[in-house]
C-alpha cells in the first residue's frame, strides 16, 4: 500500500510560482512513473506532467516550458515547480504515483492564481 501526500499549494498572484511537493510512504521498494494532474471547478481531471523512475519527462502542452516536473528517488518524493502561473492554472493538483502495476492517487492540494 502507497500513501502519497501533496503539500505546497496556496494562493499566488498572476505570474507568480510555486512548488507542490508529493511525498510516498509505505513499504515500498521502487516507485514507477509519478506524475501530477488537476481538475478545475466544473471541469473534468486532466493530465499535468509525468517522470519515469528514470527522469524521463513529459508534459501537457498547456504547462510546457512554464512547470518543470522532479522526482527524488531516495525520498520517493515528487515536485512540480510552476512558473508563470496564469488564471487557468487554478485547480486541484493531484499525485499520482505507480507501483506494482497500481495507480495511486494523493487527496489534492489547492492551487488558486488571481489576476
Known amino acids: 500500500q502507497v500513501q502519497l501526500v501533496e503539500s505546497g499549494g496556496g494562493l499566488v498572484e498572476f505570474g507568480g510560482s510555486l512548488r507542490l511537493s508529493c511525498a510516498a510512504s509505505g513499504t515500498i521498494f521502487s516507485l514507477g512513473a509519478m506524475g501530477w494532474y488537476r481538475q478545475a471547478p466544473g471541469k473534468q481531471r486532466e493530465y499535468v506532467a509525468r517522470?519515469?523512475?528514470?527522469?524521463?519527462?513529459n508534459y501537457a502542452d498547456s504547462v510546457k516550458g512554464r512547470f518543470t516536473i522532479s522526482r527524488d528517488n531516495a525520498k520517493n518524493t515528487v515536485y512540480l515547480q510552476m512558473n508563470s502561473l496564469k488564471s487557468e492554472d487554478t485547480a486541484v493538483y493531484y499525485c499520482?504515483?505507480?507501483?506494482?502495476?497500481?495507480?495511486?492517487w494523493g487527496q489534492g492540494t489547492q492551487v488558486t492564481v488571481s489576476s
Open positions: 517522470i519515469t523512475s528514470s527522469g524521463s519527462t
Open positions: 499520482n504515483a505507480l507501483y506494482v502495476s497500481r495507480n495511486y
